[in-house]
């Protein structure tokens, strides 16, 4: 009996601690569906944690699976035991379970499919008026995050490619400055609820690799 209670615990605290693995992942989905982002990364402090939890989580449901395949002949009081499973002791809640959990560990790699594809096609007409700058970005722990970060980016104008990273803490972002500038693209980052530390210009000075000029003279 003893046996079953704690199976039956070890899978829920499993279960909780595969969702707890990538809650710093699910505000920011939550945050793009629903148009709101200051609550994007209320949860990123947990990031740190995410492995400590998913290994919680993988122990915790091994097991209640090593208890429910264990041999069971007699119970505590050393009877014969024929009697039937309750519904959290059977095999397919097992199943169940631990595809639940694989699912929510896995969370931050598909996220992505979450967000609208909003990439526009940007046709510039003066090529000098390409710019490049590089954002660095506060609070970003995940793929999510960085995929909630583009999202916001490539619903302006003239956008001609955006590109995050959490792993860099910062954004790429190619624009067309005629369209939007540079202080409209800060504010986008800023609505996803992380914080945009400073920003640095990259558009390559003339003579350098992968300047252009434009019809009307050359940029910087």
Not at 92 to 97: A, D, P, S
Not at 110 to 115: A, D, N
Not at 164 to 181: L, Q
């Amino acid at each position: 009996m003893n046996s079953d209670k704690n199976s039956k615990k070890a899978a829920a605290t499993g279960v909780l601690a595969a969702i707890a693995a990538s809650s710093c992942c699910i505000p920011p989905v939550i945050a793009a569906i629903a148009g709101v982002g200051g609550a994007a990364g209320s949860l990123s402090w947990m990031e740190p944690l995410r492995p400590y939890l998913i290994v919680l989580a993988v122990v915790a449901i091994g097991y209640a699976w090593y208890n429910h395949l264990k041999p069971k002949t007699a119970d505590d009081c050393g009877c014969e035991t024929d009697d039937k499973p309750k519904w959290y002791q059977t095999k397919g809640f097992l199943i169940g379970i631990t595809l639940f959990a694989a699912v929510s560990i896995a969370f931050p790699y598909y996220s992505g499919i979450f967000y609208p594809n909003n990439v526009q096609k940007v046709i510039v007409v003066d090529q000098a008026s390409l710019q490049k700058i590089e954002v660095k970005i506060d609070g970003m722990t995940c793929d999510a995050c960085q995929n909630h970060v583009n999202s916001a980016i490539n619903t302006l104008p003239g956008i001609v490619n955006a590109s995050s990273s959490y792993a860099d803490g910062n954004a790429i972002v190619e624009f067309d400055n005629t369209k939007t500038t540079v202080v409209e693209i800060e504010k986008a980052i800023n609505s996803t609820g992380y914080k945009v530390v400073d920003t640095y210009d990259k558009t390559p000075a003339h003579g350098e690799k992968g300047h252009v000029c434009g019809p009307n003279g050359c940029g910087k």
